[in-house]
């Protein structure tokens, strides 16, 4: 049988303690044991940005960061993104401008462009189309996600 | 029509009633489930493409601690080969469908699944696939669908098939032809007799996935007093209960299908795979609930992409454009088992035009690749890309702007189709006259090495049954069930329809997806119906209560039946007497009883859907890399119902088939083993790869429909494959019939012969 750890991490800002399996991944720790399954998982190999979420101000996929190797760390996922009941100007604008259709890339966007917007406010369109090239969404052809980011960035000007 | 313009709700772009969950993370999904005692499975699966099964032998992971139960083909049921009728949709040879979902006597694909297994936890599992032992003996693989048509070609399935090479063939000798269509209209050998050029040209398209970002998953559990729930991510709720039922050897009426939210399909989400295991596996468990989930290689390696094909296409035309004739012949790799979309493909090839003489031939063959699934607009992509690349050239040869011989041969309301059928109204005209009139197509275009390619893109919709439960709620709300499980916003385009039928507030209406039990049968989410036969469904639900509003009004009021009507949001009754929706939606309770409005319906009347591509592309002489400047696609949609919904399928449809252009391919090595089974290497398009892709929306509406809906999901598929390749060849001077004409293909065709 496997070998079980404690971990101690603040997820979301809130102090977080789990056990987890050695092997187990941070995506499998957040979605199988801790119950955040709004951080999805596509490939499990690091091609997809379904499962990115931010640790210690970098964004990261889950799928590559072992569970063990978080502790202490301050990690964000999708379901911190809104504070106090409000949603964020990315989560406003990705509803208004219909960026998403099955939903399943969309936590991944959300937390990769959050990241992105927080490094870089007004990202010119390749800047995004570079920076969200890790993230995979096989429904929109990006187009309506890309102009949700614009629209956000220029929201919070 | 039955309603008429102008619209208040359809046509406009609100917030879908399932966005906040889907922004936040709340939204469930398969494999976000999680209930009590619930255990995790893996399937063991086959390394060899084709290989006959000598022995398995679980006891080694049986003995490692956490390992639960291990569910093998002895633990099916026995089923003979065979149709039998399902009483659902066509017959369907039960053996196949459970051979596909778990190995008989041979494995027919790399990674068919032999076994599976349920452990504690996930690690545990897949320890224990590993010490699940299989015997094979391997035999040699057939990989792509000219090799197996040929009659040294080993038989994938001995004597089983029988399709022939020809009509008079048919069930003469065992093949791995699984079956032949054929359809012909006029005199073929007397159109290219009158024709001034004739073309013959050959063409392949690689096999592709869907390439949904949810892998496959299902949650199930059998209960002690045999019934059964399962929980997924699918197209089709009331689809994977018919198959299960058939695979597990129960009644229908003992599964319940629980839908979960979905993330992607394309078709591919329709067939079942890990159901029946985790049924089996939580039966072997006296009633565990087990949760499975597939990897991506997984995915890859064994569920549906869609077919490889060859195509030869001969067309014939005079020297002022009049297509004269045609002879289209298509072979398409169905996988491990009968079912190629090469039927679709026949139909559809030559759709956007009128030709007098036709032949078109398809061919379904068996190859040791996974047995294909749907993939939007399934079979069309292929065929459509071989006839719009002859087509292209004839122009070209000519002299003619590709799009006024497109247009001088445009199919139009009353226009024959080869396999009988007869255009209605459609807008295929008027989609090619939005190209022409284009900015984009009215460009110039310059620079080197940049090219502008068109083509068209046909495909004929499906209606299908769909209910619908729709009840007033005491204030004024109204909640809305139905059995359509969404996967790009049709909770919105039907609580739209509602809203508008009922002329209420669109925020006013709750779309509900419910389980098999809580809603009448209703067809898949696919084939571009749901926004069309759901939302009528839903019209008629709403019709149903404004008709139950008017006789609790009349009674309210103590006026004749006859002297109330329903409009606009309002009962209205004589002398003035009218009671708002929410007023009357008030009094309900106590005047004799909510009302809620119920439809079932299967209607017929679908819209065909046309659309046009232009695409701009520039060409890297030196490394053969192909990079899009500009995309802009033209589509015929019906009544757009919520029109960023629409562009949105267009802009997804466009970028699939770019990826099938340009980039995506299932790679075989030797031994039928795939050797690009991650999303690094099975190149889907990314941010990087694509530019923004303009839409233009042309609105003929189907007279067919209450809001003039046709289906929108699956022809923006379909033109880009021609349209990439007729500009590579515009920048390059190279005709591009083999696809994805990526790098290592295109620099192939562009470098000269070595001497
Ligand atoms: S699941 Fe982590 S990158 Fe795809
Ligand atoms: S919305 Fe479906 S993958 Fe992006």
Known sequence: MSNRIIINTVINGEPTEFLADERDSLLEALRERIGLTGVKEGCNNGNCGACAVIMDGRLVNSCLVLAAETEGANITTVEGLAKGGELTPLQQTFLEDAALQCGICTPGFLVAATALLEQNPHPSEHEIRYWLAGNLCRCTGYDKIIRAVQHAAERSA | ?755
């Open chain 2, 1 to 755: 029509m039955v309603a008429t313009e102008p619209y208040k709700i359809v046509g406009t772009r609100p917030v879908r009633p399932d966005g906040v969950d889907k922004v936040t993370g709340r939204a469930a999904y398969g494999s976000d489930i999680k209930l009590p005692g619930m255990l995790y499975a893996r399937v063991k699966r086959s390394p060899h493409a084709h290989a006959i099964i000598k022995k398995i032998d679980a006891s080694k992971a049986l003995a490692l601690p956490g390992v639960k139960a291990v569910v093998t083909r002895a633990d099916f049921r026995e089923a003979g080969p065979g149709l039998i009728d399902i009483g659902e949709g066509p017959p369907v040879n039960l053996k196949f469908m459970l051979d596909n979902v778990c190995a008989g006597d041979k494995v027919v694909y790399k990674g068919h699944a032999v076994a599976s297994v349920a452990a504690t936890d996930l690690h545990t599992a897949e320890d224990a696939l590993n010490l699940i032992e299989v015997e094979y003996e391997v035999l040699p693989p057939v990989m792509n669908v000219r090799d197996a048509m040929l009659e040294s070609a080993p038989l994938i399935h001995g004597n089983e098939l029988t399709g022939g090479l020809t009509a008079a063939d048919m069930g003469k000798r065992p093949s791995n032809i699984a079956n032949r269509v054929e359809f012909e209209m006029g005199d073929v050998d007397a159109g290219f007799a009158q024709s001034d050029i004739v073309i013959e040209r050959e063409f392949e398209t690689a096999m592709y996935h869907q390439g949904y970002i949810e892998p496959h998953n299902a949650t199930a559990l059998w209960n002690k007093d045999g019934d059964i729930t399962i929980w997924t991510s699918t197209q089709g709720t009331f689809s994977v209960r018919t198959a299960s039922a058939m695979i597990l050897g129960v009644p229908v009426s003992s599964i319940k299908v629980v839908p979960m939210e979905i993330g992607g399909g394309f078709g591919g989400k329709i067939p079942v795979y890990l159901e029946p295991h985790a049924a089996l596996l939580s039966k072997k468990l006296g009633g565990v609930p087990v949760k499975m989930w597939m990897t991506r290689e997984e995915v890859l390696e064994a569920t549906g992409p869609t077919s490889g094909t060859y195509s030869r296409v001969k067309i014939g035309a005079k020297n002022d454009g009049t297509l004269m004739a045609a002879n289209v012949h298509l072979a398409f790799e169905a996988g491990g088992f009968p079912g190629s979309p090469v039927g679709a493909g026949a139909m559809c090839a030559l759709g956007p035009y009128s030709i007098p003489n036709a032949f078109v031939e398809g061919f379904d063959v068996v190859v040791n690749r996974p047995k294909v699934a749907a993939y939007r607009g399934p079979g069309a992509p292929a065929s459509e890309y071989a006839v719009e690349s002859v087509i292209d050239e004839i122009a070209e040869r000519i002299g003619m702007d590709p799009m006024d011989m497109r247009l001088k041969n445009a199919a139009v309301e009353g226009t024959r189709r080869p396999d009988g059928a007869t255009m209605g109204v459609i807008g295929n005209v008027q989609v090619m006259e939005a190209i022409k009139d284009s900015p984009h197509y009215k460009s110039e275009l310059e620079g080197e090495n940049r090219g502008r390619g068109v083509a068209m893109g046909f495909w004929f919709n499906a209606g299908m049954e769909s209910a619908a439960y729709a009840t007033v709620v005491s204030d004024g709300t109204v909640a809305l069930v139905t059995g359509a499980t969404d996967i790009g916003g049709t909770r919105a385009s039907h609580a739209m329809q509602l809203a508008e039928t009922l002329g209420i507030p669109y925020d006013d209406v709750k779309p509900h997806v419910v389980d098999t039990d809580s809603i009448g049968w209703t067809g898949v989410t696919g084939g571009s119906r749901t926004t069309f036969a759901g939302g009528w469904a839903v019209y008629e639900a709403a019709m149903d209560i404004r008709v139950q509003m008017e006789e609790r009004a009349a009674k309210i009021w103590e006026v004749d039946r006859d002297q109330v009507h329903y409009d606009n949001g309002a009962v209205h009754g004589p002398d003035g007497k009218v009671f708002s929706f929410k007023e009357l939606a008030a009094q309900l309770p106590h005047t004799g009883g909510t009302i809620s409005g119920h439809a079932d319906v299967n209607p017929t009347t679908v819209g065909a859907a046309f659309a046009g591509h232009i695409c701009d592309v520039e060409v890297d002489p030196d490394t053969g890399k192909v990079t899009i400047l500009r995309y802009t696609a033209v589509q015929d949609v019906g009544t757009a119902v919520h029109p960023s919904y629409v562009e949105g399928q267009i802009q997804g449809g466009a970028s699939q088939g770019i990826g099938m252009a340009l980039s995506e391919e299932y790679f075989y090595d030797e031994n039928g083993v795939m050797r690009n089974s991650s999303f690094l290497d099975y190149r889907m398009p990314t941010t990087l790869d694509l530019p923004m892709i303009d839409t233009i929306l042309v609105e003929v509406p189907n007279p067919g429909h209450p809001y003039g809906v046709r289906g929108v999901g699956e022809v923006p598929i379909i033109p880009p494959l021609a349209a990439v390749a007729n500009a590579i060849y515009n920048a390059t001077g190279v005709r591009v019939r083999k696809l994805p004409a990526n790098p290592r293909n295109l620099l192939e065709e562009m470098l000269p012969p070595e001497a």
